[in-house]
């Protein structure tokens, strides 16, 4: 079964444009407004769409108290809340702690998609990758694919909102892998070495204002960012 969670689905602009892709794909569309959740209703019985489920609450409720391991093929998380404020920072979605949740609820090569405008917000969201390379991978490190109006994504009234700010929203896909491991035993000195095998190279981008820097103060590898 492939299943999908659209997170934070607002008015359903996003599940019903993954719900009309494809028709065995069953969307669950996790929202905690009434409002969204109302519209979501209307409009799958207004285009006659049967693949979608609402979860009226937040996705770690959803993921805790529903959803097996090795479930979900894909994540949907557009544009989520940005919590703009500094001291709000601690309560965004995306961090290493979410990631290392989901990982277990994933099959092996699911995706995720992301999407933001906000610059602090894709700052924390690649360093918060960076740290979990070893089980997601970020497959769209080229500038053209991360531009989401290179894209066939769905235009959300939040996506159209960037735009009228002045704002050029954000675009990241991963996926999850399994990291291989090749054991060798040096019979003579007898030490058992592990070797990494197939890490892709990872280019860590925080986007402030037109420059890249990172985390730590130490030197990376950068790819240039807007």
Do not use: M
């Not at 070495?193 to 280019?203: A, C, D, Q």
Request: charge should be positive; charged fraction near 25%.
């Amino acid at each position: 079964k492939y299943n999908i969670i659209d997170i934070g689905a607002g008015y359903g602009e996003s599940t019903l444009a993954i719900s009309k892709t494809d028709s065995g794909k069953q969307i669950i569309a996790c929202e905690k407004f009434i409002d969204g959740i109302n519209k979501i209703a209307e409009k799958s019985f207004l285009h006659s769409l049967n693949n979608i489920s609402i979860f009226h609450g937040n996705v770690h409720q959803l993921l805790d108290e529903y959803c097996p391991h090795n479930s979900i093929s894909e994540i949907w998380i557009l544009f989520p809340d940005p919590w703009p404020k500094k001291r709000h920072f601690k309560r965004r979605l995306i961090n290493v702690d979410f990631f290392n949740k989901i990982r277990d609820f994933l099959k092996t090569e699911a995706t995720i998609h992301i999407a933001t405008d906000s610059k602090s917000y894709i700052s924390d969201i690649l360093w918060s990758i960076y740290q979990v390379k070893k089980n997601f991978n970020w497959i769209n490190q080229n500038k053209n694919e991360w531009d989401y109006l290179n894209t066939t994504l769905p235009k959300t009234k939040y996506f159209q909102k960037a735009l009228k700010n002045g704002l050029n929203p954000i675009y990241l896909k991963l996926i999850k892998y399994w990291l291989e491991f090749f054991i060798y035993f040096n019979i003579g000195l007898k030490n058992l070495e592990i070797k990494e095998v197939g890490l892709p190279t990872f280019f860590l981008v925080e986007f402030n204002y037109g420059k890249t820097k990172n985390k730590s103060n130490k030197r990376r590898n950068v790819a240039s960012g807007k």
